[in-house]
């Protein structure tokens, strides 16, 4: 260690790295690593057990007679290639190359996402949402972007529900919404729309350029702790203060000690005996202005929340348009009495509006 504090590295080995770093980093330039973050990390770690970590909500959109499920399906995929991480996936980096890092998927097909089911009978609300649950609980390949949006026909008043999920590393409640605001109609509030990028798929960077990319990250780390210190101060800034930094703290704590206990099996094992947690609670503001897609005013947008393990209920709140919307997800083996916990929820928030 130098007298000035920073780490200093000599050998020809390391000069040959470095003048291969420098050319791995003009590269890099025109070829960026995207890396999974530690929060990623730790969320693809806890994806144990039957519950995959979906998160997802359920649109009720009023279409017209005549409305063509095909046509908003093309409308959909449209703005989905402007959202670039819905058509990229997770891939390991080789041995050494650092943590694994978004890349465009080459066998990338709206296929495999878009999808289209009646509605059973009687077609009501109740019904749409056990639908919702079914799709949500569905696994989710790995091997694909992950994410699903599948469009619930056959509703009693006429209307068609839109159910999207998507994998809680791919976004969560907050990025979940921002998603959506790429895929409503632009005239009624959406975000401005992005053509799609140019050249899809991008193929991945080389193992030249991880190996670059990941002694470089390395390297500055040591070389320069306090300014990296302030670089990550200054990003979970950005991304909203204290809370977001207890998260990534968090994540980067206790990701590597997930990911050892869940390839033995433990943390499998663990989710379904602990008794630290019980209760999930997810607070959301959605869109204050009503929004259309492809023509139909959306009615209703309804959060579909996940279950992890033994944890017995879950509530997820959204605002859309002046509405409050709350969902109650339950284990029902656990708590059988869903229907008391809903009607004492109602009468409180009843009694809170009087």
């Known amino acids: 260690m130098s007298p000035t504090g920073q780490w200093c590295i000599r050998g ?14 003009r590269t890099a330039a025109r070829l960026p690593v995207d890396r999974a973050s530690p929060d990623d990390m730790m969320q693809l770690a806890v994806d144990v057990g039957p519950a995959p970590m979906h998160v997802g909500a359920a649109l009720v959109l009023a279409t017209r007679p005549g409305f063509n499920v095909a046509e908003a399906q093309r409308v959909l995929g449209e703005r989905i290639c402007t959202v670039p991480r819905l058509r990229q996936r997770l ?41 919702a649950a079914a799709v949500t609980g569905e696994p989710l390949p790995r091997s694909r972007p992950l994410w699903s949006a599948t469009f619930v026909t056959g509703l009693a008043d006429g209307s068609t529900g839109l159910v999207i999920v998507m994998n809680h590393v791919l976004a969560d409640g ?39 990319d990941a002694w470089l990250g390395r390297a500055g780390r040591l070389a320069h702790p306090a300014g990296s210190v302030r670089a990550i101060r200054h990003g979970l800034a950005e991304l909203g203060g204290a809370q977001e930094r207890s998260a990534c703290t ?11 206990l869940a390839a ?7 989710f379904g005996h602990q008794r630290l947690i019980h209760t999930f609670v997810t607070n959301l503001r959605g869109p204050a202005e009503p929004l259309t897609f492809a023509g139909a005013a959306v009615q209703t947008v309804t959060p579909i929340p996940n279950m992890t393990g033994n944890v017995t209920v879950t509530f997820a709140a959204l605002s859309y348009a002046g509405t409050l919307r709350i969902t109650v997800m339950s284990d029902p083996s656990r708590v059988p009495d869903v229907a008391v916990l809903t009607t004492a929820l109602r009468r409180e928030l009843g009694s809170a509006v009087a």
């Open 12 to 25: 020809s080995v390391v000069h040959d790295l470095i003048r291969g770093c420098d050319v791995g980093v």
């Open 91 to 131: 891939r390991r980096a080789p041995l050494g190359c650092g943590r694994p890092f978004w890349a465009d998927d080459p066998a990338f097909d709206l296929r495999y996402h878009l999808r289209q089911r009646p509605c059973p009978p009687p077609g009501d609300e109740r019904a749409l949402l056990a639908v």
């Open 174 to 212: 907050i990025g979940g919404l921002a998603v959506l605001a790429r895929l409503v109609d632009e005239a009624a509030g959406g975000l401005p729309g992005h053509p799609p990028a140019a050249g899809f798929p991008v193929p991945a960077p080389p193992a030249r350029i991880l190996a670059a």
């Open 250 to 260: 968090s994540a980067a704590l206790l990701g590597p000690l997930f990911r050892l």
């Open 264 to 270: 033995t099996g433990l943390l499998h094992w663990f």
